[in-house]
């Protein structure tokens, strides 16, 4: 005879997996299972998400092994810098103070280039004219008598450290100096503040000094000499690509609305998001690469300020294409004989403006002014003449010769209503036409500046050469 | 009788000036004249510079006081912690290592309360990491004899820190301890390599993790106590702000396009461009707005994500006021009669999706459900079916009901490509209310999540009777 309890454990609950036969379903007994249990739990997941995080951490590798080689840079030049730990004579050189020298390859060592060397000079020029402006105040304070000398340092660093920030807020100041300004006031409180305690002040304003030129020479020649990655490159690449993004986008979608497919790549459509999202790493870009020397063929002075201009004309195409896309997905769908209408014109529009946008890319990838722009901002403007025909004999369509409403459904003729979302569409691409214009007048802009540029340049190369030119 | 030379200087150059009297233009005569001419140019234009840069910043600093107030925190905490400098005790006791307080103090201290605690507490849990590692490290090589020690400590600094570079690029890693990678990096090798030649070295990983502690608590205490401005008030204040540029924009543009009036505050108008670039500042505050405790009427973990939602609602909304925008500006203009015919509703339209927009907006700032959105909602959406019943008769005003071409003028019909701006922004204004319907949606997510997290806390604050609760 079985108890109440075995008849209890008798009962059993059964799930159904997945090939087809049933598997039992313990229930947990006692406090130490459900502990055990709960904390297998906890593992699994934890195993889940760490594994979750190193394929992340492994395809964003593989995507773009540039970063893994910034990171084995940054080994590098701290295990270079760390030698000087290991030789005494470098060692006594600097006073015991090498530390500073591993701070500052840890503090200034960027992805690119241009942010490096930013850091860099800011972190040089700042530490020289705090160091020796902190000396000065030390001596002044010195001169001051022993009961005053603490007030002295206490006010000059309160009213340097209070005005050094304060113009951290300075547009024009942040965008060039703002590194530079955090490490005057770092360098010049501790070199203050040191001549309090310290005897041989001047020795230790040098040592600092020295121990970050040490630190930043060795960054610079590490990020210049190993792969480099120039900031005004990427923002080049950056354009180029943006561009043409911008053009697939475009033409994918009036494609898609027209042809009614669904086999566009719907990443090529939603590529114009990207143009809308690189205002932030375009500007900063730019800010870094005015501080590159010439590379590649961009020289020092190089227009990257242009760039910020094209970005600014292409966001504001990519405005458009985002209200086009809200047209193409709008409930209120339209008759198809309006469609079929206007569909070889406004294909046009969109394959001709699209096909000018590639041009524009291939001419600033180029850097020089492209033979056919014109030849396709024509061909784009004469598509556009057509679609405005079109859009002008669409009234026949609605425009019945008999007056009889009933007959409106017997002769092909559509509701106004329905007229709505193309006719929209179109004057968004007529639109998007004139904006196209504006970006085609940037990017020539640019081109001519940079062509300027490369003149000066190349004159100044050559100097004796124009000097005979003028006096001719 | 004169000769060739004063002749020559007895002609003038004149200029007529403003005043109508003339000035005679005295040429430079001789080097030195020329030297003190254009030095004097430079000077005038350096002070003129200056002069402009110094009404710039004044300008700042009188918009936003909080900036200056700001600034003078900054020297207030590092004049404070400078004292640990004067005080022998104090200084005795970090074993002349104070240098770091400083440090600590410029390098985390932030104008908002979030991103000074963000860089507080990687700091504080980096270098504690990093130490004992870096102790655990020099142990290990020290045990290895020594020829291997630099061998030892180099490699391991040249993993450690290309592990740590490269969790920086990792989306996750950089927006919660992209700062705490870097002390990782630099306390790792500081402390790993003085192993070499500090005897004490527990002392100085001690000594580091001790003076760092000091400076962040002062920090903390500075900007908490001290006018303090919170990362996450500013973000909620910034979302109601440009929901307010947002409705006004809305509303001044197609007020302006029907009542064809120039007086529409040009600033308000523009309002809109605010929304489409505060991205980047969203995205910056949110995250630091998660290291916030709980200040004012927000809690420890209010959900500032929501707001990264809003703000993408908001852009959404922004967009389509851009293409609005570029219909009233195009040059392609409407006809006065088919204007006239939609004005009353498309004008109501845009008054009651931009009351709407307020009401959101409002309903954000007092965190709680507004009473009447759905009623505004309702009050759209009824102007909407009144701006689609406009739209239909419109192809009366285009359908004559004679055939007769030469009679289109004379019967006040207009050519179909006049309605084709009107019907264009008519069509974007009813995408914009879709949008508004999805900002409307996102807003009350906002406000829900919001109230159940008061809930929760207000629960964990008096767990008894949750406990008393679950057992009845």
Same mark, same amino acid.
């Given at each position: ?7 209890? =454990? ?6 159904? &997996? ?87 390859? &840890? ?5 690119? %280039? ?16 705090a160091g020796f402006l902190a000396v000065g105040v030390h001596w002044i304070a ?6 005053? /000398? ?6 000059s ?31 010049f #409180?501790?070199v203050a503040?040191?001549g309090?305690?310290? +005897? ?5 304003a ?10 930043? #020479? ?19 690449? *950056?354009?180029?690509?943006?561009? +043409? ?78 209200? *086009?896309?809200?047209?193409? !997905?709008?409930? !209120? ?16 529009? #969109? ?22 722009? =014109? ?5 784009? !403007?004469?598509?556009?003449?057509? *679609?405005?025909? +079109? ?7 609605? !425009? ?17 209503? =329905? ?19 504006? *970006? ?6 640019? %081109?001519?500046?940079? /062509?300027?540029? +490369?003149?000066? %340049? ?15």
């Amino acid at each position: 005879m079985a108890s109440g309890k075995e008849l209890c =454990e008798g009962v059993e609950w059964r799930i159904r &997996v997945v090939d087809g036969s049933s598997e039992v379903l313990v229930p947990p007994t006692g406090l130490a299972r459900k502990v055990w249990l709960r904390t297998k739990g906890l593992i699994s997941g934890l195993g889940m998400k760490v594994r979750m995080f190193l394929k992340q951490a492994w395809d964003m590798g593989a995507s773009d092994p540039r970063k893994v080689i910034h990171c084995i840079k940054v080994g590098l030049a701290l295990t270079i810098v760390s030698l000087v730990y290991f030789m005494r004579p470098l060692y006594d050189g600097v006073g015991g103070n090498a530390m500073w020298a591993i701070m500052t390859v &840890v503090v200034v060592f960027e992805p690119t %280039v241009g942010a490096t060397l930013y850091k860099c000079l800011n972190r040089v020029c700042a530490t020289c004219l705090a160091g020796f402006l902190a000396v000065g105040v030390h001596w002044i304070a010195s001169q001051s008598g022993d009961r005053f /000398e603490p007030f002295v340092v206490g006010a000059s660093i309160f009213i340097l450290a209070s005005i050094a920030t304060f113009s951290r807020f300075i547009p024009s100041v942040k965008s060039m100096f703002d590194y530079g300004a955090m490490i005057f006031i770092l360098t010049f #409180s501790i070199v203050a503040i040191s001549g309090y305690r310290v +005897d041989k002040l001047f020795d230790l304003a040098h040592q600092r000094i020295s121990t970050i030129i040490i630190g930043t #020479s060795f960054c610079i020649l590490v990020i210049m000499l190993v792969c480099p990655i120039w900031s005004g490159q990427e923002l080049h690449s *950056l354009t180029v690509r943006n561009m +043409d993004k911008l053009s697939d986008s475009l033409d994918g979608c009036v494609r898609q609305y027209f042809t009614n497919s669904n086999g566009e790549d719907d990443q090529k459509l939603q590529g114009y998001k990207c143009v809308l999202s690189s205002k932030a790493s375009e500007e900063s870009m730019a800010n870094f690469a005015r501080w590159e020397p010439s590379h590649g063929r961009f020289n020092f002075r190089h227009p990257w300020k242009q760039y910020l201009k094209i970005g600014a004309s292409m966001r504001s195409c990519a405005y458009c294409i985002e209200a *086009l896309n809200s047209c193409i !997905n709008s409930e !209120n769908q339209a008759a198809e004989s309006i469609k079929k209408h206007l569909s070889t014109s406004c294909l046009k529009v #969109s394959s001709s403006s699209s096909s000018a946008i590639k041009e524009l890319a291939e001419s600033v990838k180029k850097m020089n002014k492209s033979p056919t722009i =014109e030849l396709l901002v024509e061909e784009m !403007n004469s598509a556009l003449e057509e *679609l405005h025909n +079109d859009l002008k004999s669409l009234s026949h369509l609605l !425009n019945p010769s008999t007056t009889a409403e009933n007959q409106i459904s017997a002769t092909g003729l559509v509701p106004f209503m =329905e007229i709505i979302p193309v006719v929209t569409l179109a004057s968004i691409l007529i639109e998007i036409s004139v904006r196209i214009e504006a *970006l085609v007048g940037s990017v020539e802009e640019l %081109v001519k500046e940079s /062509e300027m540029k +490369d003149k000066i %340049v190349a004159k100044e190369e050559k100097p004796e050469g124009t000097m005979k030119a003028l006096q001719r």
